[in-house]
C-alpha cells in the first residue's frame, strides 16, 4: 500500500471537452470544466467505489449531459 498525504486524488480528464472528475479517498468526487472558470466545480459525497467508477465510465464515453444532470452540489456562494 502507497500513501501519498500530498496528492490523494486521482483524475481522468476528457481532453476535448475540459471535463474533469477527480476521485478522494473519502468517497468525494469532484466534477469541474478546467477550460472554463466561469464553470464552479461540482462534488459529490460518499460515492461507494463501484458509483465512483460508473462517473468515469460516463465521462470516458462522452456522456456530458447525463453527467451533468446528476445531483451534484455546489458551494452555497457559487449558486448565486
Known amino acids: 500500500e502507497i500513501d501519498d498525504y500530498d496528492h490523494p486524488d486521482v ?8 471535463w474533469s472528475i477527480s476521485l478522494y479517498p ?4 469532484t466534477l469541474e470544466n478546467l477550460e472554463d472558470a466561469d464553470q464552479s466545480p461540482r462534488y459529490r ?6 458509483a465512483a467508477l460508473e462517473l468515469w ?19 452555497s456562494e457559487d449558486e448565486k
Open 11 to 18: 483524475a481522468l480528464v476528457d481532453d476535448d471537452s475540459g
Open 26 to 29: 473519502n468517497g468525494t468526487a
Open 45 to 50: 459525497k460518499g460515492l461507494r467505489p463501484e
Open 57 to 75: 465510465l460516463m465521462l470516458a464515453d462522452g456522456e456530458l449531459n447525463s453527467l451533468l444532470s446528476m445531483p451534484w452540489e455546489r458551494d
